[in-house]
């Protein structure tokens, strides 16, 4: 056999490796996904749709609905990454743009080692720490200043919808932060050396040749950001209440899916029940995926759009 062939055998073998690990991710989605509907069927046949849009949610009388959680994710979710993403990418830019080279090293080191905390820290800090202050504080001069808007009605009880927003906040800064970091350094020193050239202004600088150029990749670091929000378990259960309820006011304590999961499955003494948490299980991982989905779109439909006006 000569070396010409031992290669030619080298490269399939390599191509069938790396063809069956990748692979191998979409059998386990797969194998996740069939389990969770099998052990969710009991629910799926007694409320069908219902249990999306219903809002009951009784272990005893064996009543269940998910609409109260599935609230509760997605808009403390939304609400985070809004309040997320310019304090990221503000960072990001302050660490690779205007930054001492020493400051920006040390900043970038504290960012990334807040996001090695495990989130129980982060749920023990806010609510020992951040919900007395919410409570005596911040919701006080909400009610007082911005109570006749239906956000910010209610009594002060520190555990709420905008505690959860908040944790959620401080625990995807340093993820977007650390990515879009790394996505400004990529950019070509030539060209910010070119608009610098041409009279533009750091700022100027900035938005017409920094941003431009990272842009895919920040959107990136929010759909990963955006990910680890809608999923976080720990913290939002120690912080937002636990009361299935929707309200629009961002005082009044929530739910959301991963924590009536953690707090209930153990107590599931029902097939009934055990079911009813599988599908809140799966609706979470659906949702997931369909945000993932809309964000890969807008990623995709933006690139595109930045490629024809380079064009």
């Known amino acids: 056999m000569n070396t010409t062939t031992t290669k030619k055998y080298g490269d399939r073998i390599y ?11 979409l059998v386990i989605l ?12 009991p629910s799926l046949r007694k409320f069908g749709w219902g249990f999306v ?17 599935l609230y509760g994710s997605v808009v403390s979710s939304i609400l985070a990454i809004l309040l997320a993403t310019p304090l990221s990418v503000g960072t990001a830019l302050f660490i690779t743009e205007l930054a001492p080279h020493r400051v920006g090293a040390v900043t970038a080191s504290l960012v990334e080692l807040l996001a090695a905390i495990p989130s129980v820290i982060y749920g023990l800090w806010g609510i020992l720490v951040m919900t007395p202050w919410l409570q005596s504080t911040v919701e006080p001069f909400l ?21 959860a927003v908040f944790i959620l906040m401080i625990m995807i800064v340093p993820i977007i ?11 070509p020193s030539s060209q910010k050396e070119a608009a610098i050239a041409l009279g533009a202004t750091r700022w100027e600088m900035i938005r017409m040749s920094v941003l431009p150029y990272g842009r895919s990749g920040i959107l990136g670091a929010v759909i990963l950001g955006l990910g680890r929000a809608i999923g976080e378990t720990m913290a939002v259960t120690m912080v937002i209440g636990n009361t299935p309820q929707i309200s629009l006011s961002l005082l009044s304590p929530a739910y959301t899916m991963p924590s009536v999961i953690a707090n209930e499955f153990a107590e599931a003494t029902t097939k009934l029940h055990s079911a009813a948490l599988m599908e809140i299980g799966l609706i979470l991982l659906v949702v997931t995926l369909f945000i ?11 690139t595109r759009k930045w490629k024809g006006d380079v064009a």
């Not at 191509?15 to 991710?25: C, D, K, N, Q, W």
């Not at 194998?31 to 052990?39: H, K, L, N, P, R």
């Open 15 to 25: 191509r069938a490796i790396t063809l069956i690990f990748a692979l191998s991710i």
């Open 30 to 41: 797969l194998i996740m996904t069939a389990e969770m509907v099998s052990e969710s069927l």
């Open 53 to 69: 849009t219903g809002s009951d949610w009784d272990a005893v009388q064996g009543s269940f609905a998910s609409l109260p959680y």
């Open 143 to 163: 009610i007082k200043r911005l109570g006749f808007l239906p956000f910010f009605k209610g009594a002060p009880y520190g555990v709420s919808m905008l505690a």
């Open 177 to 187: 932060t650390s990515i879009t970091k790394e996505v400004l350094m990529a950019v």
């Open 292 to 302: 993932n989905f809309l964000a890969r779109m807008l990623l995709w439909s933006v």
